[in-house]
């Protein structure tokens, strides 16, 4: 069974991230930015919510609402946005999801430790202008 890194949501979060660095200056709406990326826009709203309290994004509301990066994308890293959908996210369960397996007491407990903390720290470096190059499929037609 393969280690998830990260859940649904921080993946949904990340990548509304990218769609609103993909179009700067531009108000998208959930809508706007579930139909890009083909998602549920329910679900997509509770992240943005998240995202918003987490003040990632402006977020406004009405006819001409919608939301914005609230910082520069070269400052916005992984890891704060994994901690604003989902802060308790660790990536130390067992492996086999075995029931006997608590942590400290698993023969892998420090494999899982070590692979949490690298993975922590990449997510720490990684922001999303080192996405730049594959942002194009994010940016919304100019009349959308």
């Keep these: ?58 977020s406004m509301r009405g006819t001409t609402g919608g939301f914005l990066l609230a910082h520069p994308p070269d400052e916005i890293s992984i890891a704060r946005i994994l901690d604003a959908v989902d802060p308790e996210v660790r990536f130390d369960s067992c492996m086999l999801h075995l029931p006997r397996c608590k942590k400290g007491h698993c023969p892998v407990s420090d494999l899982h430790d070590s692979i949490h903390k690298l993975v922590r720290e990449r997510f720490e470096k990684l922001t999303l202008m080192d996405f730049s190059e594959n942002m194009d499929e994010l940016k919304m037609p100019e009349n959308g």
């Design 1 to 58: 069974m393969p280690m998830h890194m990260i859940t649904e949501a921080v993946n949904l979060g990340i990548h509304a991230m990218l769609v609103l660095t993909a179009n700067p200056d531009r108000r998208l709406s959930t809508s706007n930015i579930a139909e890009r990326l083909r998602v549920s826009p329910s679900h997509l709203a509770k992240v943005m919510q998240k995202l918003a309290r987490a003040r990632l994004v402006y």
